[in-house]
């Protein structure tokens, strides 16, 4: 077998590109990041944190109109100037491709626009439903100078709790008559979004779901903390948009003071300590010294893990 | 404020009422070990580990008719005389309240036979969608002569991921015109999912559904492994549960040949290293020294990371 090329990765040179708007550059850092490329650690330590940057999370079931609105976002922020970029985190499924290909090419728009960055990413391997390097990432792209980054995942099961620790203001869209699918999401999102957007507000049962979301949320909250804040859109018309972009910016404002600041950090650093630690973990090694001691019949799964 | 009195458990004496069949000494220590009652470990280690005891997976959508043919299931192994556990594993959602109660009314009749013991369990606190000690509970369950152990879950996001890394047969219920389902389900299931139930067989769809599922199987697995076994059932007819039943049984049967077991194991394992690592990790401490070096201006994520 031949040997392996030794790739060298010049990381200030990469890092003096991305400084100076390089997106292919931004691109190929990603990559290495998501690959943990060696010395990506010792570059990341190296990034500033800027503090004007902050990340929003949109989530809600497919077909609810989560690109749709994103869109509209990116042309808001685009229009007055800001750097943005977009993370949309794939399920890491074969099954998605046709679902979510339709969805990203209306986005199509922004993919050559100088100052928008857009990247997918796939939720493979990790523990919640998130791609396991999404915090470095977001952080590459506030130390990069985007100044508004957006991330957009299909909100079932785990995902959009996850997205509810990474972000600074999570959105959570929904249409009417998706009760089901507001009971197919965990807790965690109804107690952390922090607007929801009921799109397709045209339709019937917009109040009904309107006043279900409240209902629920209020009773999950008992201790009387503010009820949560309700847009209704027709995105497709643009209808009620200019409202949720005022919401959102004062939602940003709003955890600018709080020591919700100190808790999202916290949560962060508890994940990445746990993809540390999940690193180190090597299932393959796991499985040949089960093996051995299975064969020799001397096998016990719980003296097994206290020993390790 | 008082002395909190020195609870002692005895587990031995919970071992041996659990080994006559006293079905409420079972209930206690399970919650024992879901609390990590100190010496819950240790009790574990101690538990035997029954070759003929096997662990049922079955997972699908909300109204996809798990419970009915979890039921039926129920009933057929309780009539050949074996002793059946049920866990229903609830996301922990308040929101979800309404819903899963009325699926569970329908296990009601089971609730007073003596062979068949039901726990519902709070997905709560755990990295993926299952409970955090769900690998030992079942392994108790194994241990106190339960022959079949029956994991329910709602297949939404990471859920069904986890219950086919538990289970030694996976069960994915669906119903015709689930296709957003589907979608919505992680490759994982579809990947690992050992049987499809198309249930509603009488609805117009359900062929297609059928063709579906193998089209999308048979395209993710390009190395042209056998294809899926789909079981067509009306559950409130029991219709199509004898060869439910018979399908189970034969990939039971095949499991206990293969090296499937090993590898069930090792993520076993992998798993309870993985929950051990995180029980270490305290964030109230965490957030302390995050808050003392962010007012001393001297936080770095990254390092603060490399250094732990």
């Keep these: 077998m031949p040997a392996i090329p030794?790739?060298?990765?010049n990381w200030n040179s990469l890092w003096e590109k991305i400084n100076s708007g390089d997106q292919h550059a931004l691109a190929r850092t990603i990559s290495l990041i998501e690959n943990?490329?060696?010395?990506?650690?010792e570059f990341l330590k190296k990034l500033g944190n800027p503090s004007g940057a902050r990340i929003i999370g949109i989530t809600g079931p497919p077909g609810a109109g989560k690109s749709t609105i994103a869109d509209t976002l990116i042309g808001e922020w685009a229009g007055i100037g800001n750097k943005v970029a977009v993370i949309c985190v794939d399920p890491s499924s074969p099954f998605h491709f046709g679902a979510l290909l339709g969805d990203r090419l209306r986005m199509n728009q922004w993919y050559n626009h100088?100052?928008?960055?857009?990247?997918?990413?796939?939720?493979?391997?990790?523990l919640g439903g998130?791609?396991?390097h999404i915090i470095e990432i977001a952080d590459l792209l506030k130390a990069a100078g985007y100044e508004r980054i957006l991330i957009e995942t299909v909100g079932v099961g785990q995902n959009e709790v996850d997205i509810a620790g990474l972000a600074e203001t999570t959105v959570v869209v929904l249409v009417p008559a998706s009760g089901d699918d507001i009971q197919a999401m965990k807790s965690g999102i109804l107690e952390t979004a922090d607007i929801f957007v009921i799109n397709k507000s045209d339709l019937p049962q917009a109040d009904e779901l309107?006043?279900?979301?409240l209902t629920r949320t209020m009773s999950a909250n008992p201790n009387g903390e503010e009820p949560p804040?309700?847009?209704?859109?027709i995105a497709t018309e643009k209808q009620g948009i200019p409202e949720l972009y005022v919401q959102i910016n004062l939602h940003l404002e709003k955890f600018n003071d709080s020591n919700q600041k100190i808790d999202l950090l916290t949560e962060k650093a508890w994940r990445l300590i746990l993809q540390k630690k999940m690193r180190e973990v090597n299932k393959t090694q796991l499985k040949e010294k089960i093996l051995?001691?299975?064969?020799a019949g001397k096998f016990n799964l719980y003296q097994f893990i206290s020993d390790i």
Excluded at 292 to 295: A, F, L, Q, T
């Design 229 to 233: 804040v309700i847009v209704k859109t």
């Design 114 to 126: 100088p100052s928008v960055f857009i990247r997918s990413l796939s939720s493979r391997g990790s």
């Design 6 to 9: 030794d790739i060298a990765v």
């Design 292 to 295: 051995k001691e299975e064969r």
């Design 36 to 41: 943990e490329f060696p010395g990506y650690d």
């Design 210 to 213: 309107a006043r279900y979301i």
């Design 130 to 132: 998130l791609n396991p």
